[in-house]
């Protein structure tokens, strides 16, 4: 365990990107860092053993600021609790992902605090170490620790990770096909507190071979398109026959949505994450985005629900924009 030396400074703000998890096949083994959205967390150092949680005032969404139930209060304290040496913390937070839409928004903060206080502990801690802290996070939304989002979030673009029987196994692809576009379409549904737990609860215990063959299959499609570049076999490994079908009615509109995305020319559709946000994948070379964005609209309206599209594409990990010494 590394001894607490302080580094130099004492604050630091970070870009956290959202995050969308399991493309269909990869359940909480895959995850894609994306450009946008992403929130604006400040971490600063306090001197007493307190982890004080603040909303800036200029945030797009609210989460709960007892430092306790929010999941970057838990990574706070897990860090602290290890390698604080007395110290506490202040977390700012500015919303820019809305949370509970499968979009990562937990995971976002959770990395954020990991990696602030790696660096103003000056602890230098190996990258599965900070997954590892950051995934604690998860607790305070889906009731378990999950790696996919956090490790997306720290890392950007492509990862795939799995506990292993010693450790995290964790593959990271930092770059991902330049033509790869992605169109996120959010419906603007009330969204249950603890949805995750809930979407997490509903999945079946046992699942047919066929199903785990087909999923393996799917998912080595994934695997192999985005590590030889090759946005068509990502999206045709895009096909989730254990996790989608029993989550497919927490998202309304769901099959006409995603018949309505391919129609358009996306190359695959899956649920973004625990839901209900759909995410289609696009390779803008063959596809217009457009064309897919007002699909993706008109398949929410037909289905009674207005919804928000995000065009953006996979992108870097959470970054610093500004420290304070
Ligand atoms: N893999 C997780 C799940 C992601 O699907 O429950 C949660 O965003």
Not at 230 to 250: T, Y
Request: positive net charge; hydrophobic residues 45%.
């Amino acid at each position: 365990m590394p001894s607490t030396r302080l580094g130099k400074i004492r604050s630091l703000q970070v870009r956290a990107p959202a995050s969308s998890a399991n493309l269909g096949p990869g359940f909480d083994i895959f995850g894609l860092g994306l450009e946008e959205p992403f929130d604006v967390v400040t971490v600063t150092l306090l001197k007493d053993q307190r982890i004080v949680l603040k909303l800036d005032p200029e945030t797009k969404y609210k989460v709960p600021e007892i430092w306790d139930e929010n999941s970057a209060g838990l990574v706070a304290d897990a860090l602290l609790r290890n390698f604080g040496g007395g110290f506490g913390c202040e977390i700012r937070v500015r919303k820019g992902i809305p949370p509970g839409y499968g979009l990562g928004s937990s995971a976002a903060d959770a990395a954020a605090v990991a990696f602030a206080l790696d660096r103003l502990l000056d602890l230098h801690l190996p990258m599965n170490t900070l997954i590892a802290f950051a995934a604690k996070g998860e607790v305070a939304s889906a009731g378990v620790p999950h790696f996919d989002n956090v490790a997306a979030a720290l890392l950007g673009y492509f990862s795939a990770i799995r506990q292993g029987t010693d450790g995290l196994d964790l593959v990271s692809l930092p770059q991902t096909p330049q033509d790869l576009i992605l169109c996120l379409g959010r419906p603007l549904v009330q969204v249950p507190p603890k949805k995750t737990g809930t979407a997490r609860n509903i999945l079946p215990k046992q699942v047919p071979l066929s199903d785990a063959i087909w999923n393996i299959a799917s998912a080595s499609l994934i695997m192999a398109g985005f590590a030889i570049g090759n946005i068509k076999l990502i999206g045709q490994g895009m096909q989730d026959k254990i996790v989608e079908p029993a989550r497919s009615n927490m998202v309304p509109g769901y099959d006409r949505v995603r018949r309505a995305a391919l129609d358009a020319g996306a190359v695959g559709v899956a649920i973004s994450g625990a839901g209900p946000t759909m995410l289609a994948l696009i390779d803008r070379g063959k596809s217009d985005p457009r064309k897919v964005s007002k699909a993706i609209r008109e398949g929410f309206r037909k289905a009674g629900i207005p919804c928000e599209i995000t065009t953006t594409k996979p992108g870097k990990g959470v970054c610093v924009i500004d420290d304070v010494v």
